[in-house]
C-alpha cells in the first residue's frame, strides 16, 4: 500500500511541475505578444503621421544640403551649416536610396531613420537576451526599447540626438555587463564601440557620458587601464573612431573647422535662452531623474542582477543632461537623449524589482512612483503626437502648405525667407523645387550678428552676415520673398539700411498676400539690378501688427 502510494506520488509532482511550467510559458508568449502588438501601433501610428505631414524642418533641411553636396557643392562654403558632416553623409543615404527606388526623398527618409533605430534596438536586445529573468526573452525587450525609441521623439524621428542615443545603447549594455565581470566577444565590443563612436560624433559635446562611465569604472577599480579585455575593446574603439572621424572631417571637410565652429561659437549664442526658462523645460526629466536617483539609492541593499546596468544608463541621463545645459537651447529634441535613458532606467529597475520582489509592502510605494515617473513621459508623448495625428488624418492648410500652393501658383523658381523660423524655407523647398536663394537655412546667422555687435563691435567685419545675405539675395535675385512679421527683428529694413545694393533690388517687390503672420512679396522687375522704379520703394511695413507666435514644434534655426 505504502510503495503503491510511494508510486503514485512523482506523476503528480510531475504534473504540478508541467501545469507551472506551461503556465509560465503562456505567460511568456502573452508579454511577447501584447508588447509586439503595442510596438506595432505605435510604428503605424509615428511613421504614418510622418509619411503623412511635411517632413520636419531639420530633416528637411539636412536633406537639402546632403542632395546640394552630393550634386558638388562644397560644404560650409556654398552652403552653411553649423553641425558635423556626419549628419550630412548620412543624410546622403536615403537621397540615394530614393534615387535608386524612383521616389522622392522625402518618402525615404523617414523609413531609413526608423530603420536604423529600430536596428539598434533589435541588436540591444540581443545583448541583453538570457542576462537575467528580465531579459529571458528577446521579442519584448526589443518591442519596449522600440516603443520608446519611437514614442519619445514622436515627430522628432531622425534628429541627430534621436540618432545617438539609439546608437549608443548596445556600448551601454556592453559596458554594464563588463562591470559586471563579463567579457563579451571581442568583435562584438569593437562593434558596439565603432557604433557608439559614430553616434557622439554627430554631436561631439556627449563624449562626455564616456568620461562619465569611465569615472564609474575607476571607482569601480577598472576602466581602460586595467579592466578585463572587453572593456578595453569598448573604450579603445569608441576613441579610435573619434579620432579616424576627426582626421576625416580634416581631410575631407575642413571648412568646418575653418568657418563652422569659428561661426557658431560667434553667433550661435543669439539663439540660447535663459538657464531658468531651459531649467523650466527640462522639469520633467530633472525630476523623473530625481526619483530614479531616490529610488536606486533606497534600494542599493537590494542585490537586483539588473543594479549595474540602471546605474550606467542612470548616468548616462545625468551625462546628457548637463550636455543639454550646456548647449542652451530649449529645444525638445536636445533632451532626448536624456529622456530616452531616463525612461530605461525607470523602466530596468521596476521591471527587476517586480521579477525579484520580497514582501509587496516594501517595493509598493517604489514601483509606484517611477509608473508615476513613466507615464508623465507618456503622456507628455501623446500630448505632442496628438496634434499631429490630428492633422495627419485629418489634414489642414497650414502654413508651409500655403506657402507651396502660393510657389506653384505663381510659377516661382526662386524663393527666399526673411525669418528665423526654418520651416518657412524647409520643407517647403524640397516639396516644390524651388531654388533657394541663401547659402543659410535661416536668418539665423543675421540674428546673431546682431546679438554679437552689441558688445563686439568687431564682429560685424569677422562675420558680415549681412553682406552675405544681401549678396546672396541680389544674386540670386527671387522671384518670391516673405517676410516673417512674428519675430521682433525686421530684417528685411536691416538689409536695407545697411547694403543699398539690396534696397535697390528690394524695391522691385511687391506685396501680393498675407497670411499666418507672413506677407508675402512679388518680384516684379525682370532682373534686381535694374534702376528702381519712381515709385517709392516698400521696404518695410511700419503699421504695428499682432505678434503671432510660431507653432510650438518648430525651432528658429538649425541646431
Not at 569611465?214 to 576613441?239: F, N, W
Request: charge should be positive; include cysteine.
Amino acid at each position: 500500500m505504502t510503495a503503491s502510494l510511494d508510486s503514485a506520488q512523482p506523476p503528480g509532482r510531475l504534473r504540478r511541475r508541467l501545469g507551472a511550467g506551461m503556465a509560465a510559458l503562456l505567460g511568456r508568449r502573452a508579454v511577447a505578444a501584447w508588447t509586439t502588438l503595442l510596438l506595432l501601433v505605435t510604428l503605424a501610428v509615428v511613421l504614418f503621421t510622418l509619411l503623412r505631414l511635411p517632413l520636419k524642418d531639420d530633416v528637411a533641411w539636412l536633406l537639402y544640403v546632403a542632395r546640394r553636396w552630393l550634386a558638388g557643392r562644397e560644404l560650409y562654403v556654398d552652403v552653411v551649416e553649423v553641425n558635423p558632416p556626419l549628419i550630412v553623409w548620412i543624410s546622403a543615404v536615403p537621397i540615394r536610396l530614393a534615387q535608386w527606388l524612383g521616389t522622392a526623398p522625402e518618402m525615404v527618409a523617414m523609413p531609413f531613420f526608423i530603420a536604423v533605430v529600430m536596428g539598434c534596438a533589435w541588436w540591444t536586445s540581443g545583448l541583453l537576451r538570457g542576462r537575467s529573468a528580465l531579459f529571458a526573452q528577446r521579442l519584448p525587450v526589443f518591442a519596449v526599447l522600440g516603443i520608446v525609441l519611437l514614442a519619445v521623439p514622436g515627430i522628432e524621428v531622425g534628429q541627430r540626438e534621436h540618432l545617438l542615443i539609439a546608437a549608443l545603447l548596445p556600448f551601454l549594455v556592453l559596458y554594464a555587463r563588463a562591470l559586471d565581470g563579463e567579457s563579451p566577444a571581442l568583435p562584438t565590443a569593437i562593434a558596439a564601440g565603432v557604433l557608439a563612436g559614430l553616434g557622439c560624433a554627430l554631436k561631439p559635446r556627449y563624449a562626455l557620458v564616456f568620461g562619465v562611465l569611465e569615472g564609474l569604472a575607476l571607482v569601480r577599480g577598472t576602466g581602460v587601464l586595467r579592466g578585463p579585455g572587453a572593456m578595453r575593446a569598448l573604450s579603445l574603439s569608441v576613441g579610435a573612431t573619434l579620432l579616424i572621424y576627426a582626421g576625416a572631417v580634416l581631410g575631407f571637410c575642413p571648412n568646418y573647422v575653418r568657418r563652422a565652429v569659428p561661426m557658431a561659437l560667434a553667433l550661435y549664442g543669439a539663439t540660447d535662452v535663459p538657464l531658468s526658462d531651459l531649467m523650466s523645460e527640462m522639469a520633467r526629466v530633472l525630476v523623473a531623474q530625481a526619483i530614479a536617483w531616490t529610488l536606486v539609492l533606497r534600494s542599493r541593499g537590494r542585490r537586483l542582477p539588473e543594479n549595474t546596468l540602471v546605474l550606467v544608463l542612470l548616468l548616462t541621463a545625468a551625462a546628457c543632461t548637463v550636455v543639454c545645459v550646456i548647449d542652451g537651447k530649449n529645444w525638445f529634441y536636445h533632451r532626448l537623449p536624456a529622456t530616452v535613458a531616463t525612461v530605461l532606467a525607470l523602466l530596468v529597475w521596476a521591471g527587476s524589482l517586480l521579477l525579484n520582489r520580497t514582501r509587496w509592502p516594501r517595493v509598493w510605494l517604489p514601483l509606484l512612483l517611477a509608473g508615476a515617473a513613466v507615464c508623465m513621459f507618456v503622456l507628455a508623448s501623446v500630448q505632442r503626437l496628438e496634434p499631429a495625428v490630428e492633422m495627419a488624418v485629418v489634414p489642414e492648410r497650414n502654413t508651409v502648405q500655403r506657402l507651396e500652393e502660393l510657389i506653384h501658383r505663381e510659377k516661382a523658381h526662386r524663393y527666399i525667407a526673411f525669418s528665423e523660423w526654418i520651416a518657412l524655407g524647409f520643407p517647403v523647398v524640397n516639396n516644390t523645387g524651388v531654388i533657394w536663394t541663401s547659402r543659410f537655412d535661416s536668418m539665423w546667422a543675421l540674428k546673431g550678428e546682431l546679438w554679437r555687435v552689441r558688445f563686439d563691435p568687431l564682429a560685424a567685419k569677422e562675420w558680415p552676415i549681412r553682406q552675405w545675405v544681401a549678396q546672396d539675395f541680389i544674386a540670386g535675385c527671387p522671384d518670391l520673398a516673405v517676410v516673417d512679421r512674428r519675430g521682433s527683428v525686421d530684417y528685411v529694413d536691416i538689409l536695407s539700411r545697411s547694403d543699398p545694393g539690396f534696397a535697390r533690388a528690394w524695391s522691385h517687390f511687391r506685396q501680393i498676400d498675407a497670411f499666418d503672420g507672413l506677407e508675402i512679396y512679388k518680384r516684379m522687375a525682370p532682373t534686381c539690378t535694374e534702376a528702381p522704379p519712381d515709385a517709392t520703394p516698400m521696404i518695410a511695413s511700419k503699421t504695428p501688427r499682432p505678434r503671432v507666435k510660431p507653432p510650438t514644434h518648430s525651432r528658429p534655426s538649425a541646431g
